[in-house]
Structures are given as C-alpha cells and as structure tokens.
C-alpha cells in the first residue's frame, strides 16, 4: 500500500486570515499571521496546535510499536547508572551521577582520601571500605517533580565549598530563577533570584554576580548580589543599552576575575570585575569598537586577549600585564589558516585550541614564571588524534596542575575524557561513555570527502557507515545533517541512537557548509548577509555529490537540520524539493523576513548583524528571495516532519506551525507534511535524557517509515 493512499485521518486545514504587509513597494499577504500568539494562551492557536499533533500521531499510530520497540533498543544501549568523569576542585572530587530509570542527574562530591592518587572512575564510586563517603549535593530528579520540563543550565560552588548557587528554568523558556543552597544541609540560604539568565558566578563567598533579561528576552543586565539581601538592593554593575548586544559572563581559570562579556555577531568587548573587591564595580578592559572581538583570560601579572579583527579574521594571541593593559605582545600572530578559537590558562602552561584544515586541534606552551614577564612562547606540542574527522572540546581543568583535561569523539567513537600532561606529553583516557548492546567502534568506518561548489569552494563532508554495508551503489539509505550559521561549528559527534539508523544500513553525513565555522572566520562571513545563499546552494551541493558518489539516491536521501539549521531545511526544500525523500526540521527559523523586521521579537535586533537588517531595501529583497515561509509554491515536495515547542523564546512556535499550513495549501504532491509541537518545552525540546531519547525514535520511525523500512509496514497500518 503506497502512504498516499495509507487510511489516516486528513490534516487539519488553518484558517485563512488576510494580514497584509508593504514595505519598498512589495507586497505580502500572510494569510496564517493570526497563529502568533506571544501570550501562548489564545484559545484558538492552542485547538489548532493540538489538532496538528493529533494528525501527527494518527498518522504515525500504526508504527507506534514499532516506535516503542526502537526506544527500548535505543534506551538498551545506554548505561543507565553511571557517573561523568570526576573534577578535582579543591578538596574535592565534582561529578555527576546518573540511576537507573532516572531522567536526571545527582550532583555529587566526595572528599580527596590521598592527594597523591590521580582521580579515577573507580576511586569515585566509593567501592573500597576506606573510602569516604559520597554527598549527593543535588538530586535533579526530585527538584523535577512535579514539571514537565525541568533544567539546572548553572551549577556554581563557592570558592569555600560550603555553598552552591544554580539556575533553574521549569518551562523551556530560557527564563531562569538562581538559588542559593547550603551544600551539606540543602538548605535554602536565601530567597532566590528571579528573571536571571543562565549565567550566574561567585565573586568570592559572599557576592554573587548574575545577568537578567529585557522585555524582549536580551541580556541586558549584569548584577552584583550580597548574600543575605533582597534581590531589589543588588547594585547593577553594567546594562548594556545597546539592543544588538547581549551580555554573559566568565570567570578567569585563575578564579581572580569574572569578564562579563558584551557581544553582537561581529563585535565583542569586555568588563573586568576583582574578584576580590566586587564592590569595586566593572572596569572597561578596552572600548567597544566595531569588528573587534576581544576574549580575556588571567594569569598572575599578566592578562591574555584572543583578538579578532576584519583583518585579523583568524584571530591573534596577545599578553599585556595587568597594571597596563596597552602594553600587548603578540604571542601567537594571525594566520590565515588557522584559526584560534579558545585559550585554557595554566599557572605555568598555555592550552591554546585551534582548527586547520576543517580539523580541531590543541597545542601546548610552557609558561615563564607566574610573576615574570610573558613575551613570547617557545616550542610547543601538539596532541595526536586518530579518526579523519573528530570533535574535541575542552574541559574544566585544575589551574595549578599540569594536566589538560579535554573531550575528543568522533562518529564512531563515543564521548572520551582524556588527561594531558603538557609537561611529558602522556595522554591518558580517564572516561569514555559506556555503550552497551555489543557495539564496535571496529565496524565502522569514517570518511572525509569534500563536494565542489559552482565556485570552486571545497565544502568538507564527514560520513559514517557500516563496515558491512554490501557497497555503495546507491541503494542505502542516507540521512545528511546541516546547520551552517553563526560560526557555529557542527563536528562529527558520536551519537548511540544514530546505531540504530547505521545498523539498518543507512549512512549518515554531515555537510560543514559556509556560515559555520568549521574552515576558518571567513568561512562564516561568505555564508552571513548577502552570501547566506552559499549556505543553501553548499548543502545542495552537497547532497549531489553523495548522489554522484553512489552513497544513496533520491529516492533515499533524507536530510534533517536544527533552528538556524532548520532555515537550511526549509530553503533547500523550496529550491531542490526533488533532491530529497524525506526531510526533518527541528524548532527551524522559517519566517525571517516578518520576524527580522519586528523589533518586539526575542534576538531580531541582536540578529540584524548575522541575517541583515531588512529595515534596508537590498537586505529586504535579498532575504524575501529565500525566506522559505515566503518562497512556498505550488510544486512537489518530499515528506516533511516539522517539530516546534510552545514556549520556544528563540524560535516562535507559530513559525513552523505557518509553513506548514502554507505547505500543505499550495503543494502538489501527496507526501505527507506533519508538525509535532510540545506543549511544554521550548527550543531544547524535552529537558528528560530518555524523553530526548523518545524523540529520537520517533524521527527515526517517521524515517523509516516513509522509506517503506519497517517491516510489514502496510499490514501494520489501521
């Protein structure tokens, strides 16, 4: 039985009302505008939200075992009870644990029995009868009860170790409120702090520094709070007036300062607050100046700059000591091929990641004494990786030590924590993430190829299969993944429940096209402003070049992309829908034009300096020609799986709930188009480990399904 002719019930059709919109002599007509709702309550919005998922799951009704049968798979490879990789802070060991059955984590701590032992996995898990016991500072799963939705984005002790302050969101709207608790007793200190953002850090044991939100969802707002007053006495320590700017914090790996950083999508400045005296205010490090991107980090006399300008677009290194911050030395000049991207400071080493190539890559210094001055840096050695493409990404490391701690994966390896001693050049692999169910990192393979764009632009490609797949004659099912926005870089991760799309013979690739960040600064300006097409026409390219290179078909190519990446989904859909069987939009940016030209809509001011501002005609036009809300048109398209959240403050839900009625009133196919919204989550979507996993198997069965892959899929059907 063909799914066009599969007995489900018919989508529902949104009404129809005119919104008229002129600007530059254009005219648009959106008939579907009534769908926002920015108090998420209107009784009319919400009945055709639930229609929609009721079409959804009706549609999806007769595989729902099949569903439940690939989120028990999935589930069966998790290591259920387990802990992170402990962190030496003081004297103390810091992880996680998770239990089984559990969605969320415990915050735990045990005390140092020997310093003269390194920290292992084993030593943590208080097994020995000598060994101290374990304090649960934190259980995640009892603060969740109760809440759909349930997330701790900070989770900061104080430099005594005898309190621990953490931000709470129990909606998904990134909006959050920061307690205050006693370590030992769990107790409450204080009465917390409301409308915060994420970012919250100690400036020492009795101050609090902390940033709160706008009208319109910018951080605005940095704070200074003594413990033991009212929230309405904290001193604002900075308020960045700017509207294309928000604001977060960091603390030195040092602990002597907090920056608080001020940044737009090219432009970047800092505040230094001592943390010893936090009364004292925030000091302007360096004005603000357009293009430049500072980051700062702290060692003894000296502070360190990562610099970023439109010439040095790769970034440079520079030292300047404290009581004159003018005096800078270039340690590590700019490159055209390389780009820094993040610097870790030691007491006697430098840890200074950077990507060639496409590829991330950690090199080590060592320092001259804390108290001397830094002007230049001497040799220098570089880590080893083995996979063709990989992701690395640093870790908290202990400031006094020696030892780098720092994350590598690739598509077929799972999440490892390893320790470096940047004085011996040993690596050791302190943890890596349990996979259970017989996997073999062995039986797969990965592969970087590169795609050429129509302007001879290299675009890299990393793939992974099985190492068993009979051959690549194009009959093998392939889901390809692209974002390409924000600098953002998009590296080969591993990913358990991926196992159960390769090992039913699918290969999976992602597309690192222009406006990311994977090659370099001006990888990221070619696909921004008037070049955002590249990001489109790169990913096309491509998804041609698996097609030409025998890797799947167009009968079997699916592809799948998040938010910004979601705008990707949505643009390649309207240029090349017949390129693709099936596509995934997660919480995806659809309507750019009417959301980049209403001011009152969360990050559209901050945004102007990465989609243009369409307030001006060239940028208007430029961004109506690929707004897939407004480039809908009467023509086939694949079948399309649409997600979105209610509370969603990045991404409005009516977005996607908007392409999707335009989609189904004007294509000219019969595939299927589904939109599933959460009513009780926002861009993150589920904050639960196994509800992410649930969502997991259900893209993955509207996958399958569509690609006729689920055995005796017509006799399962109602």
């Not at 029995?113 to 934190?138: F, Q």
């Not at 402003?529 to 030409?548: H, S, V, W």
């Given at each position: 039985?063909?799914l ?35 108090s ?18 009706s ?5 729902k ?9 999935i ?7 387990d ?5 030496r ?10 239990l089984?059955?559990?969605e ?14 390194p920290p292992?996995?084993?030593?943590v898990m208080?097994?020995g ?25 900070a989770?900061?002790v ?7 302050a953490y ?7 990134e ?8 370590v ?5 200190v ?8 994420s970012?919250?850090?100690w400036a020492?044991?009795?101050f609090?520094?902390y ?24 001193s ?6 700017d509207?294309k700017?928000c ?29 010893s005296?936090p ?5 302007v490090?360096?004005p603000?100046?357009h293009?430049?991107?500072i980051t700062v980090s702290?060692?003894?006399?000296h502070?360190?700059?990562q ?8 970034s ?16 590590i000049?700019?490159r ?8 870790q400071l030691f007491a ?8 060639e ?23 220098g ?21 020696s ?5 590598y ?12 001693d ?10 890596i993430?349990t ?10 393979i ?5 795609a ?25 099912p392939l ?9 953002m870089?998009?590296d080969?991760?591993?990913k ?7 090992d ?18 001006q ?7 008037l ?15 698996l ?8 009968e ?31 919480v ?11 001011p009152s ?34 023509q ?7 997600t ?23 294509k ?5 188009v ?8 926002g ?8 509800e992410?996993?649930q969502?997991d ?6 996958l399958?399904?569509v690609?006729?892959?689920i ?5 399962a059907?109602?």
């Amino acid at each position: 039985m063909s799914l066009s002719k599969l007995p489900v019930n018919s989508p529902p059709a949104a009404k129809k009302v005119e919104h008229v919109m002129e600007m530059f002599g254009d005219l648009r007509i959106d008939h579907h505008y009534w769908l926002r709702d920015d108090s998420r309550s209107d009784s009319d919005v919400i009945s055709h939200l639930q229609q929609e998922n009721a079409y959804t799951n009706s549609f999806m009704s007769g595989t729902k075992e099949f569903e439940e049968q690939l989120f028990a798979e999935i589930k069966g490879r998790i290591k259920e009870e387990d802990i992170s990789a402990p962190r030496r802070k003081g004297p103390y060991y810091y992880y996680t644990r998770t239990l089984e059955g559990k969605e969320y984590v415990q915050h735990c701590r045990r005390f140092i029995l020997n310093n003269e032992v390194p920290p292992s996995v084993h030593d943590v898990m208080g097994t020995g009868p000598n060994d101290p016991p374990e304090h649960v500072i934190l259980d995640e799963n009892v603060k969740a009860q109760g809440n759909e939705y349930y997330s701790i984005d900070a989770f900061e002790v104080s430099p005594n170790h005898k309190l621990v302050a953490y931000a709470e969101d129990t909606k998904g709207d990134e909006v959050y409120t920061v307690y205050v608790m006693d370590v030992e007793t769990g107790d409450l200190v204080e009465k917390p702090l409301t409308g915060t953002t994420s970012s919250v850090q100690w400036a020492g044991n009795d101050f609090l520094v902390y940033g709160t939100i706008d009208e319109v969802h910018r951080s605005d707002k940095v704070w200074l709070h003594k413990l033991g007053t009212d929230q309405s006495s904290d001193s604002c320590l900075y308020h960045e007036k700017d509207d294309k700017f928000c604001l977060g914090l960091a603390a030195s790996e040092s602990e002597k300062y907090i920056f608080i950083v001020s940044d737009s999508q090219c432009t970047r400045s800092v505040l230094y607050i001592d943390v010893s005296n936090p009364e004292g205010g925030a000091k302007v490090f360096a004005p603000c100046v357009h293009g430049v991107d500072i980051t700062v980090s702290h060692r003894g006399n000296h502070f360190f700059i990562q610099r970023r300008t439109d010439e040095l677009f790769n970034s440079e290194l520079l030292a300047c000591p404290v009581d004159n911050i003018c005096a800078t030395t270039v340690l590590i000049p700019h490159r055209e091929s390389t780009k820094i991207w993040h610097v870790q400071l030691f007491a006697d080493h430098l840890a200074v990641y950077e990507r060639e190539n496409g590829l991330p890559k950690i090199t080590t210094y060592q320092l001259p004494a804390i108290d001397e001055p830094v002007t230049s840096l001497a040799g220098g050695q570089t880590v080893d990786f083995i996979d063709p493409v990989y992701c690395v990404d640093s870790e908290e490391s202990e400031f006094s030590s020696s030892i780098l701690r720092f994350s590598y994966s690739s598509l077929r390896t799972p999440l490892s924590v390893y320790e470096y001693d940047m004085n011996t050049g040993i690596c050791v692999l302190k943890k890596i993430e349990t996979v259970l169910g017989g996997f073999d990192s062995s039986n797969f393979i990965t592969e970087r190829k590169w795609a050429t764009a129509s302007d001879g632009t290299q675009i890299p490609i990393s793939i992974v299969y099985r190492k068993d797949l009979v051959k690549l004659d194009g009959s093998h099912p392939l889901l390809l993944y692209g974002y390409g926005s924000y600098e953002m870089s998009i590296d080969p991760t591993f990913k358990a429940s991926m196992l159960s799309l390769l090992d039913r013979g699918f290969s999976y690739a992602i597309a690192h096209i222009r406006g990311g960040g994977e090659m370099g600064r001006q990888w990221y300006e070619n696909g921004k402003f008037l070049k955002k097409k590249n990001t489109f026409t790169d990913f096309i390219t491509c998804a041609e070049f698996l097609i030409e290179q025998r890797y799947c078909s167009k009968e079997n190519l699916c592809i799948e992309g998040r938010s910004a990446g979601g705008l990707l989904i949505g643009s390649v859909l309207n240029m090349r829908p017949d390129l693709f069987k099936a596509a995934i939009a997660g919480v995806p940016f659809l309507d750019v034009l009417t959301t980049m030209l209403d001011p009152s809509i969360h990050l559209t001011t901050e945004e102007w300096e990465e989609w243009g501002d369409p307030s001006e005609e060239e940028f208007y036009f430029y961004m109506k020609s690929y707004s897939p809300v407004d480039n809908v048109k009467p023509q086939n398209y694949p079948n399309i799986l649409v997600t979105t959240g209610l509370h969603d403050p990045r991404v409005l839900y009516s977005e996607p709930a908007k392409f999707v009625a335009k989609l189904r009133s004007m294509k000219t196919d019969d595939n299927v188009v589904l939109l599933k919204c959460d009513l009780c989550a926002g861009h993150s979507s589920k904050s639960g480990r196994f509800e992410k996993l649930q969502e997991d198997a259900f893209k993955y069965t509207f996958l399958l399904k569509v690609l006729n892959m689920i055995p005796d899929l017509g006799s399962a059907q109602n």
